[in-house]
């Protein structure tokens, strides 16, 4: 599974997210709930089920929902869900605490600890870029950052997914050529907490961040490409994006 931001829940919980933005929670609790009804693969209903627990106002209603994406991310297994899983028991043992259950709060929280360690994937990893760079070279942390030109990066970020890291050429600065490179870690990673349980839970896009350098290892030339009007609303939308990027 490969998170795509054109699938229609994805795109509905987005349409409720923007609602959320405009204050108007009980809009946006619909169009989860709509979400909820219209989706038939596992990821789609652990995403609606995760929005709609956050709507929930009562302790119990939220707990039931929690543990519904729970049990879904659980089924999912794999590395787009499994950074939830912290964040999810934790929640979950929170309610139960306020319930003063603290047995099952005590449960919960010890098995969030449980996954709260280094992701665990195998890749292949990919690192786009404008750069022409060799099999052999090291993409090393320490340069500018695409987002915010007056930061400089402490780490080196890098993906799972093809796609993602096409889309992070695309928006590369500098005028080259697009090159989407295969590359390996030389040391440990860790999950981009700029995207980890931010707008989706856990870290759909299946991207990392390390201190250590990249090798390249290859190059790839067959993704998704955007089109320059696609590429244009990206840079718009990371242009009103005024958060404060985890560094």
């Known amino acids: 599974m490969e998170f795509d931001p054109n699938n229609p829940i994805v795109k509905l919980c987005i349409q409720g997210m923007a609602l959320e933005d405009k204050n108007m929670p009980e ?6 709930y709509q979400a909820w009804k219209e989706a038939t693969k596992d990821f789609e209903k652990y995403l609606s089920a995760h929005f709609i627990a956050r709507h929930q106002h009562n302790i119990p209603d939220k707990i039931k929902w929690l543990e519904i994406m729970l049990d879904f991310a659980l089924k999912i297994n794999n590395h787009a869900v499994n950074g939830a899983l912290p964040n999810l028991y934790l929640n979950i043992s929170k309610c139960y605490e306020e319930l003063h259950d603290f047995d099952h709060a005590k449960l919960n929280l010890d098995l969030g600890k449980k996954y709260a360690i280094s992701p665990i994937d195998n890749g292949p990893f990919y690192h786009g870029t404008k750069a022409n760079l060799q099999i052999g070279d090291l993409l090393n942390p320490g340069s500018n950052s695409n987002y ?4 400089t990066m402490n780490h080196i970020y890098f993906t799972a997914l093809i796609n993602g890291a096409g889309l992070a050429a695309a928006l590369a600065k500098g005028e ?3 090159h989407v490179y295969i590359v390996e870690p030389t040391g440990a990673f860790e999950n981009d907490p700029n995207v980890t349980d931010k707008k989706f839970p856990g870290n759909p896009t299946r991207s990392y961040r390390s201190l250590e350098p990249l090798r390249i290892i290859g190059e790839v030339t067959d993704w998704v ?7 244009q609303q990206w ?3 990371l242009a009103e994006n005024k958060g404060e990027i985890i560094n």
């Not at 809009?27 to 989860?32: K, P, R, T």
């Not at 490409?225 to 590429?231: A, F, R």
């Open 225 to 231: 490409k955007q089109t320059p009007e696609q590429i």
């Open 27 to 32: 809009n946006a609790a619909a169009i989860f």
């Open 235 to 237: 840079r718009e939308k």
């Open 176 to 178: 080259g050529e697009e």
């Open 148 to 151: 915010q030109s007056d930061l």
